[in-house]
Structures are given as structure tokens and as C-alpha cells.
DNA sequence: ATCCTGCAATTTTTT
DNA sequence: ATTGCAGGAT
């Protein structure tokens, strides 16, 4: 099925599998569905039970990670896995291949962790193998890469761990090796449906491929449109083979969209019309005329921020759009600190989306770590970050001789530390800590390996002292205190959700059967709590929460998503479309279709918002419009601007004749400084603010500028003194109220 | 030798 | 804000 943005295509969708199951009789068990993030499954889940009368009990809904990884606990043995493996995120991905750099002796500075791993991620997700990636490699860079690649698959293995890519991989591997097992999984699931299967990557055609091939069972739905993970190994062609991997393929277009107005319509049509390799196909609505779209020239990104706020607040007072009806995208995160201040300054309810997710706290990551530790005693990556959390008194030294004997023994870390008598040159008081955490561990896997989440968390808690730990940090600590009771009861309201839609509790049983390998078998909880928990994005959190306002967050997120009222912001050359990303091949088109999503977010009314000077990665730049907004027929713009003095067609004519290579006159000094004058000395000796942690102060002085902006400030608390503060990140306020 | 404190750098998009 | 790194204190 090939369907525009609003089309319907998720109700289509489900649709189908309430049609299934209800008419056609199928069990829910025998659908594998794909979505986009959990939440969408979730939605989907619901939607589907709202249509039955019942929750589709055993039904297989999730995105292809969270499937792959429900599959691959049941068959892990086949693979030389453990059920209990652990999945690593980006950030345990990182510094796993930081070990194996430091292990050859490839120096993590001339070869950065997180690069490597891109170079290796983009090769899995091509599925290229290290040995056919190594003969390519040329470059110092990417010979590392080849190198930690080899030897990344056999690591992984020790560690019973796989990262995002291996979940895709690794069931590929499994049915390659294990025809029998494919065998089975294909004849229990006779429905196969993808949902936005434009950003399918190989991998996970393949799997699709394989698990429909007997009966041909499968149903996708996708926009060519709205491909926008091009840069993760997703490639639209998979659309065009689909028809004749599948012959007999029924092709069903859905062109009427029943989101948004004409007005919007006839915007985003109008821009991606400016791409070449489409299939084609052009959004119609019956919903006539509409709202303009307006469009704001700002000064800079500050003034940007302030405009939509108000706008949005007046709108909100004004029409009968809440808040919770609007968002602000943007290109990128960075973009959010300028919105967020000014959301907060003005008191107006938001929602971030995206930059620092929850679970990336460093309290709720060690913990989340000692129950990895728990689950799957060979996670290394677990071991290193909580070994000296709270301190134990040991030191880098001490953990490279650990880990130089742990290779030598081919044992994991906790393995080795639970001999550490065993183990040579260590001071005693060292070898004591180390047989402490290894004897914690123990005791909280014995007593409670089996028992829920919520309640290994609340072992763990009280084992290691965790509370007391926080408690000596102060006032910090007290906050953190907070967020691990969070955990605690997300955990405990999980286990429960679980407890009683059980569906893969229940199916364990019958599958017991099927599996060559008894054994353990069966998932517990906690491995299932992991495995949500590592798959969870910020982008799941969206609807939870007690938080509601004016969303704010990345296009790339907002996918699937709508609002009455839509902000697209930041639309200059170089942000949007990214400088970076325009340059490699098919990126403009790609970066065309990204706005073409935003754009079509919006039910009733469209903001387009630029600014002419933006601080971009620590530099104030001066910004031209973006070449998308001149494809936006100007029949349906009204324009805006802060400061007057600006029109777009001078814009465009000036981009024009810098594309000529034309000599531009210099640009106008007279807004250059007055764009300077609003920006630079927020702070001024002798003002009043407020920081989070010191609390109140006077201003002294202001050094530096840009992103290095500093302050002096003397705080009234004479134990903290005085302190040089940087603007950017210590989020100071002014200070009315002691004034 | 080891630990701790203060300083610099970080960000394109995400499962 | 958080993480990694250098240099001083123990």
C-alpha cells in the first residue's frame, strides 16, 4: 500500500488485524506486526482491542527490535547465547569498543569510539561482514574500524550481549543456520504487517522476506515520501522490489488526506515537488482553504523562540487549541535550549521530547546496570560502571590489571572477581572490594534473580546502600533520590501491567515444546523489564507523564505524529537542510522529505519561522532562508517579520546572487549590530540572579562571549563564595524577588 | 601509585 | 549537564 501522509494508513492497519482475528478467525499469536516505536504499537494494541471487544491476547506488535529481541530470548541457545543477554545500548556499544581500541593498541584519540561505531553500525546495517568491510577498509580510520569489527562479534558473545544491530542480525544468522527454527517461526506467524515500510533497511526486509515466503502473507504501508533514515541503512527501493519479490502484489494507493487543510497542502506539496525520485502521487483533501501559512523572519533564534511563544499563548487564549494541541520542530536538539529558556522564562507549559531521556540519568543508569548485572552476570560493560559505584577505593590501575587477567582466563569481569584471591597484584584492601561486589551480587541474584523488577531494584537499593550514597552528596543527591523512587514504582507498575496481560508468560509454555534446548527456557520478568527498559526511546515517553503543553521536538520524531497547530522552526540553508547532511548524496532529497513531514503535522494552521543570526556550535552565524521555503507557493503565505526591515524577495535575490558568485555588498551593518546589541550582556554587573544549587548572588562581572560566556557571580551564602559560571550551561535566572 | 578535584569539550537525525 | 582528562594532594 503506498499512502500519503494522513491518509489513514495506521487505521487501514489496524483495521486489518481486527479483521483478522475477528472474521477470519486467526489467533493473535499467528500476526507479526511492525511499527515504528513502541508507542505506536502500543496505540495500535489498544486500538485493535477497542475494535474487538478484548485485548488481542499473544499478539506480536512492536518495532522490529523489540520484536527481534522477544524472539531471539527464546532462541539464544541456537545462537550460543544465553536467554538472559543483555542488549547495549549506544552509550554501552561506545565504550565496549573503546576496551577492544585500548586492547590492540589503537589509540581512542586518532580513532573516537563513537565513530568507529558508526562506521560499524552503517556496515551491519548493510549486512556487511567484518571480513568483506576489512578488505574494503582504506584510511587509518576505517582500518581500526575493520579491525574492532572482527573482533566485535566474538566479544559481544563473551559478554552475552548484542547491541541495536545484532537484534536485526542475529535472527538472520539464526534461520540461516537453524532452517528448523525458521521453519516454525514461519508457520506461526501467518500475517506479516509493516508499518512505514519506507524506512525498512536490508536487514529487516530480509527478515520480512523470510517470514512471509511460505504463504506470502504480507501486508506493508509506506510513503516514498516521508523516507527520512536514509543515513541508518533504510532505503526506499525496498518499495520498488516489493513488487516483484512478491509477484501477485496488490498495489493499493491512498491519496486523500483527511489531516490537514489545502493551504498546508498546497505548502508541502510545493516543496516536495522539488524532488526527482518519487513514485508519485499527489495529496488532495477536502477540506478547502484553511488558514494561511505564516511565515517569520526573526532576528535570531532568541527572538525566533519568543515570537512562537507568544504567538502560541494568544493562539491558545484566542481559539479553543489547548496547548497540548501544538509543537515546534526543528532540524535538530541543539535547537530546543533557545524554545525551552524562553518556555520557562514565560511560565508557558511544554514538553520537551528527546534531549536527555530519563533513563539516561546517571543514578537510574547504575542501577539499571547492577540489574543487568544480576540478569546477566557476563555484562561486562555493567561490571565497569558499577564496580566503583558508591567508592570502593578502586582505582584504573587496579581495574586494568582486572581486566588484563579476566582476558587472560577468558572469564567475565564478575566471574574473575568472585576469585579475587585467585587474582595477582592486588593490594588487599582492593582484592576485599572486589569480592565484596561480587558477593552482593550473588546475594541479590540468589534471593531474588527470579522475583519482579521493582523488587530486585529495591534489593539492590538496600544491598549496595544506595540511598545513603545519594544522601552524602547533598543537595543534588536529594533530587536523584527522587528519580530512583521513579524507577522504582515505573517498575513496579510495569511488572503488574505484565502480570496481567501475560501474553508471553502464557505462550511459554506451548513453546517450551517446539525448542530443542530445554533448560532455562522461559524469560523471567527482570530479563523482560531489561529488555523494555533498553528499548524504550524518549520518543515512547511522549504520552505519559502528567506533563502537558506545547510539544517540543526533532521532525525526525514527529513522525506519525499531528497537531491543529504545527511550528516548523529554523528553516535556514544549512540547518534545514543541514549543511551536513545536504552533501552527501541524495541527502537534499532526503532533507526535502524530512520537511515534508513536518510540514504535514499540522491539522489547521502552519508556522514557518528563520532567523537571520544563529549561535551554531559555539559560533554566532549569520543564516540565509531556506531554499525549501521559496517552493511554498507564495499564494498561501502571509508573512511576518520582528524587525521590518527585512523582505524575502531581497533574500532570495541575494542567495541568487551569491549562487551566481556575484560580489554581494556588504551586508547591512545596521541590523549585524543591532542583532549583537539584543544578544550579548544578558547579564550586567550588579544584576541579581538565581542558580539552582547556590541559590541567589550578584553579578561581579561578564567575560568572553558567544558560547563562553561567563559571569562573576558572589552568592549570598558566604560558604560557596564567589564563582565564575558559565552562561550556556548554568541556567541562571534573574532574580526578582530579593531585588 | 592512587584518588580526587577542577577544566575543557561536547551536538545531525535514532532503534 | 555530563563525561573525559590533566595535575595536585595523599
Same mark, same amino acid.
Given at each position: 500500500?503506498?499512502?500519503?501522509?494522513?491518509?489513514?494508513?495506521?487505521?487501514?492497519?489496524?483495521?486489518?488485524?481486527?479483521?483478522?482475528?475477528?472474521?477470519?478467525?486467526?489467533?493473535?499469536?499467528?500476526?507479526?506486526?511492525?511499527?515504528?516505536?513502541?508507542?505506536?504499537?502500543?496505540?495500535?494494541?489498544?486500538?485493535?482491542?477497542?475494535?474487538?471487544?478484548?485485548?488481542?491476547?499473544?499478539?506480536?506488535?512492536?518495532?522490529?527490535?523489540?520484536?527481534?529481541?522477544?524472539?531471539?530470548?527464546?532462541?539464544?541457545?541456537?545462537?550460543?547465547?544465553?536467554?538472559?543477554?543483555?542488549?547495549?545500548?549506544?552509550?554501552?556499544?561506545?565504550?565496549?569498543?573503546?576496551?577492544?581500541?585500548?586492547?590492540?593498541?589503537?589509540?581512542?584519540?586518532?580513532?573516537?569510539?563513537?565513530?568507529?561505531?558508526?562506521?560499524?553500525?552503517?556496515?551491519?546495517?548493510?549486512?556487511?561482514?567484518?571480513?568483506?568491510?576489512?578488505?574494503?577498509?582504506?584510511?587509518?580510520?576505517?582500518?581500526?574500524?575493520?579491525?574492532?569489527?572482527?573482533?566485535?562479534?566474538?566479544?559481544?558473545?563473551?559478554?552475552?550481549?548484542?547491541?541495536?544491530?545484532?537484534?536485526?542480525?542475529?535472527?538472520?544468522?539464526?534461520?540461516?543456520?537453524?532452517?528448523?527454527?525458521?521453519?516454525?517461526?514461519?508457520?506461526?506467524?501467518?500475517?506479516?504487517?509493516?508499518?512505514?515500510?519506507?524506512?525498512?533497511?536490508?536487514?529487516?526486509?530480509?527478515?520480512?522476506?523470510?517470514?512471509?515466503?511460505?504463504?506470502?502473507?504480507?501486508?506493508?504501508?509506506?510513503?516514498?515520501?516521508?523516507?527520512?533514515?536514509?543515513?541508518?541503512?533504510?532505503?526506499?527501493?525496498?518499495?520498488?522490489?516489493?513488487?516483484?519479490?512478491?509477484?501477485?502484489?496488490?498495489?493499493?494507493?491512498?491519496?486523500?488526506?483527511?489531516?490537514?487543510?489545502?493551504?498546508?497542502?498546497?505548502?508541502?506539496?510545493?516543496?516536495?515537488?522539488?524532488?526527482?525520485?518519487?513514485?508519485?502521487?499527489?495529496?488532495?483533501?477536502?477540506?478547502?482553504?484553511?488558514?494561511?501559512?505564516?511565515?517569520?523572519?526573526?532576528?535570531?533564534?532568541?527572538?525566533?523562540?519568543?515570537?512562537?511563544?507568544?504567538?502560541?499563548?494568544?493562539?491558545?487564549?484566542?481559539?479553543?487549541?489547548?496547548?497540548?494541541?501544538?509543537?515546534?520542530?526543528?532540524?535538530?536538539?541543539?535547537?530546543?535550549?533557545?524554545?525551552?529558556?524562553?518556555?520557562?522564562?514565560?511560565?508557558?507549559?511544554?514538553?520537551?521530547?528527546?534531549?536527555?531521556?530519563?533513563?539516561?540519568?546517571?543514578?537510574?543508569?547504575?542501577?539499571?546496570?547492577?540489574?543487568?548485572?544480576?540478569?546477566?552476570?557476563?555484562?561486562?560493560?555493567?561490571?565497569?560502571?558499577?564496580?566503583?559505584?558508591?567508592?570502593?577505593?578502586?582505582?584504573?590501575?587496579?581495574?586494568?590489571?582486572?581486566?588484563?587477567?579476566?582476558?587472560?582466563?577468558?572469564?567475565?569481569?564478575?566471574?574473575?572477581?568472585?576469585?579475587?584471591?585467585?587474582?595477582?597484584?592486588?593490594?588487599?584492601?582492593?582484592?576485599?572490594?572486589?569480592?565484596?561486589?561480587?558477593?552482593?551480587?550473588?546475594?541479590?541474584?540468589?534471593?531474588?534473580?527470579?522475583?519482579?523488577?521493582?523488587?530486585?531494584?529495591?534489593?539492590?537499593?538496600?544491598?549496595?546502600?544506595?540511598?545513603?550514597?545519594?544522601?552524602?552528596?547533598?543537595?543534588?543527591?536529594? =533530587?536523584?533520590?527522587?528519580?530512583? @523512587?521513579? $524507577?522504582? /514504582?515505573?517498575? #513496579?507498575?510495569?511488572? !503488574? *501491567?505484565?502480570? %496481567?496481560?501475560?501474553?508471553?508468560?502464557?505462550?511459554?509454555?506451548?513453546?517450551?515444546?517446539?525448542?530443542?534446548?530445554?533448560?532455562?527456557?522461559?524469560?523471567?520478568?527482570?530479563?523482560?523489564?531489561?529488555?523494555?527498559?533498553?528499548?524504550?526511546?524518549?520518543?515512547?515517553?511522549?504520552?505519559?507523564?502528567?506533563?502537558?503543553?506545547?510539544?517540543?521536538?526533532?521532525?525526525?520524531?514527529?513522525?506519525?505524529?499531528?497537531?491543529?497547530?504545527?511550528?516548523?522552526?529554523?528553516?535556514?540553508?544549512?540547518?534545514?537542510?543541514?549543511?551536513?547532511?545536504?552533501?552527501?548524496?541524495?541527502?537534499?532529497?532526503?532533507?526535502?522529505?524530512?520537511?515534508?513531514?513536518?510540514?504535514?503535522?499540522?491539522?489547521?494552521?502552519?508556522?514557518?519561522?528563520?532567523?537571520?543570526?544563529?549561535?551554531?556550535?559555539?559560533?554566532? =552565524?549569520?543564516?540565509?532562508?531556506? @531554499?525549501? $521555503?521559496? /517552493?511554498?507557493? #507564495?499564494?498561501?503565505? !502571509? *508573512?511576518?517579520? %520582528?524587525?521590518?526591515?527585512?523582505?524575502?524577495?531581497?533574500?532570495?535575490?541575494?542567495?541568487?546572487?551569491?549562487?551566481?558568485?556575484?560580489?554581494?555588498?556588504?551586508?547591512?551593518?545596521?541590523?549585524?549590530?543591532?542583532?549583537?546589541?539584543?544578544?550579548?550582556?544578558?547579564?550586567?554587573?550588579?544584576?541579581?540572579?538565581?542558580?539552582?544549587?547556590?541559590?541567589?548572588?550578584?553579578?561581579?562581572?561578564?567575560?568572553?562571549?558567544?558560547?563562553?560566556?561567563?559571569?562573576?557571580?558572589?552568592?549570598?551564602?558566604?560558604?560557596?563564595?564567589?564563582?565564575?559560571?558559565?552562561?550556556?550551561?548554568?541556567?541562571?535566572?534573574?532574580?526578582?524577588?530579593?531585588?
Amino acid at each position: 500500500m503506498l499512502a500519503g501522509a494522513g491518509s489513514g494508513k495506521t487505521r487501514v492497519l489496524t483495521a486489518r488485524i481486527a479483521h483478522l482475528i475477528r472474521d477470519r478467525g486467526l489467533a493473535p499469536q499467528r500476526i507479526f506486526a511492525v511499527t515504528f516505536t513502541n508507542k505506536a504499537a502500543g496505540e495500535m494494541r489498544a486500538r485493535v482491542a477497542a475494535l474487538l471487544g478484548a485485548d488481542p491476547r499473544g499478539l506480536w506488535i512492536g518495532t522490529f527490535h523489540a520484536l527481534a529481541a522477544r524472539l531471539l530470548r527464546r532462541e539464544a541457545a541456537h545462537l550460543g547465547f544465553g536467554s538472559n543477554f543483555t542488549i547495549y545500548d549506544a552509550d554501552d556499544s561506545e565504550s565496549f569498543i573503546r576496551r577492544l581500541l585500548d586492547q590492540r593498541g589503537l589509540s581512542p584519540k586518532a580513532n573516537p569510539p563513537r565513530a568507529v561505531h558508526a562506521l560499524i553500525s552503517a556496515a551491519k546495517n548493510r549486512m556487511i561482514a567484518p571480513e568483506e568491510f576489512a578488505v574494503t577498509a582504506d584510511g587509518p580510520l576505517v582500518r581500526a574500524a575493520a579491525e574492532v569489527y572482527a573482533a566485535l562479534g566474538p566479544a559481544l558473545k563473551q559478554a552475552n550481549a548484542m547491541d541495536f544491530d545484532d537484534l536485526l542480525l542475529h535472527p538472520l544468522q539464526l534461520f540461516r543456520e537453524h532452517p528448523d527454527r525458521l521453519s516454525y517461526w514461519q508457520h506461526r506467524f501467518e500475517h506479516v504487517l509493516v508499518d512505514e515500510f519506507q524506512d525498512t533497511n536490508s536487514a529487516q526486509y530480509r527478515l520480512v522476506k523470510l517470514l512471509a515466503a511460505p504463504h506470502g502473507n504480507l501486508c506493508v504501508v509506506g510513503d516514498d515520501d516521508q523516507a527520512i533514515y536514509g543515513w541508518r541503512g533504510a532505503d526506499v527501493r525496498h518499495m520498488l522490489a516489493f513488487q516483484q519479490d512478491f509477484p501477485g502484489t496488490t498495489l493499493i494507493k491512498l491519496e486523500q488526506n483527511y489531516r490537514s487543510t489545502q493551504v498546508i497542502l498546497d505548502a508541502a506539496n510545493g516543496v516536495i515537488a522539488g524532488n526527482v525520485q518519487r513514485l508519485g502521487k499527489t495529496l488532495f483533501t477536502a477540506k478547502q482553504g484553511g488558514e494561511t501559512v505564516t511565515l517569520l523572519t526573526a532576528a535570531d533564534e532568541r527572538d525566533e523562540a519568543e515570537w512562537l511563544a507568544a504567538e502560541l499563548v494568544r493562539r491558545a487564549a484566542e481559539t479553543d487549541v489547548p496547548h497540548e494541541g501544538m509543537a515546534i520542530l526543528y532540524r535538530t536538539n541543539a535547537q530546543s535550549r533557545a524554545l525551552e529558556e524562553t518556555f520557562r522564562r514565560r511560565g508557558i507549559p511544554y514538553r520537551l521530547v528527546g534531549a536527555v531521556s530519563f533513563y539516561e540519568r546517571r543514578e537510574v543508569k547504575d542501577l539499571l546496570a547492577y540489574l543487568r548485572l544480576v540478569a546477566n552476570p557476563a555484562d561486562d560493560e555493567a561490571f565497569l560502571r558499577v564496580v566503583n559505584v558508591p567508592r570502593r577505593g578502586i582505582g584504573e590501575a587496579s581495574l586494568a590489571q582486572l581486566i588484563r587477567t579476566a582476558a587472560q582466563w577468558g572469564k567475565p569481569l564478575l566471574a574473575v572477581v568472585a576469585t579475587a584471591e585467585r587474582v595477582p597484584d592486588l593490594r588487599p584492601n582492593v582484592r576485599q572490594a572486589f569480592a565484596g561486589v561480587a558477593r552482593l551480587v550473588e546475594e541479590v541474584r540468589a534471593r531474588f534473580g527470579e522475583a519482579d523488577p521493582a523488587t530486585v531494584l529495591e534489593a539492590v537499593i538496600d544491598v549496595v546502600g544506595y540511598e545513603q550514597y545519594l544522601a552524602e552528596e547533598g543537595a543534588e543527591g536529594i =533530587e536523584r533520590l527522587d528519580n530512583v @523512587r521513579e $524507577l522504582v /514504582a515505573g517498575a #513496579a507498575e510495569w511488572a !503488574e *501491567e505484565a502480570a %496481567t496481560d501475560g501474553d508471553e508468560a502464557g505462550e511459554d509454555g506451548a513453546l517450551k515444546d517446539s525448542l530443542t534446548v530445554g533448560g532455562e527456557g522461559g524469560t523471567t520478568l527482570l530479563q523482560r523489564y531489561l529488555t523494555q527498559v533498553a528499548l524504550v526511546t524518549p520518543a515512547d515517553d511522549r504520552g505519559s507523564g502528567a506533563a502537558n503543553g506545547v510539544t517540543l521536538m526533532t521532525v525526525h520524531m514527529a513522525k506519525g505524529l499531528e497537531w491543529p497547530v504545527v511550528a516548523l522552526a529554523g528553516l535556514e540553508d544549512g540547518l534545514f537542510p543541514l549543511g551536513r547532511a545536504s552533501g552527501e548524496p541524495g541527502g537534499l532529497e532526503e532533507e526535502r522529505r524530512l520537511c515534508y513531514v513536518g510540514l504535514t503535522r499540522a491539522r489547521e494552521k502552519l508556522y514557518l519561522s528563520w532567523a537571520r543570526t544563529r549561535y551554531r556550535n559555539g559560533r554566532f =552565524e549569520l543564516a540565509e532562508p531556506s @531554499r525549501f $521555503l521559496e /517552493a511554498v507557493p #507564495a499564494t498561501v503565505v !502571509e *508573512e511576518r517579520t %520582528t524587525t521590518p526591515r527585512w523582505d524575502r524577495a531581497a533574500a532570495f535575490a541575494q542567495r541568487a546572487a551569491r549562487a551566481r558568485r556575484v560580489p554581494l555588498e556588504p551586508e547591512e551593518p545596521a541590523w549585524a549590530v543591532e542583532a549583537v546589541s539584543q544578544d550579548a550582556p544578558r547579564y550586567v554587573a550588579g544584576e541579581r540572579v538565581r542558580h539552582r544549587k547556590f541559590g541567589s548572588g550578584v553579578v561581579r562581572a561578564v567575560s568572553g562571549s558567544g558560547r563562553s560566556l561567563k559571569v562573576t557571580v558572589a552568592f549570598d551564602d558566604q560558604e560557596i563564595g564567589t564563582k565564575q559560571l558559565l552562561v550556556a550551561y548554568a541556567g541562571l535566572e534573574r532574580d526578582w524577588e530579593s531585588a
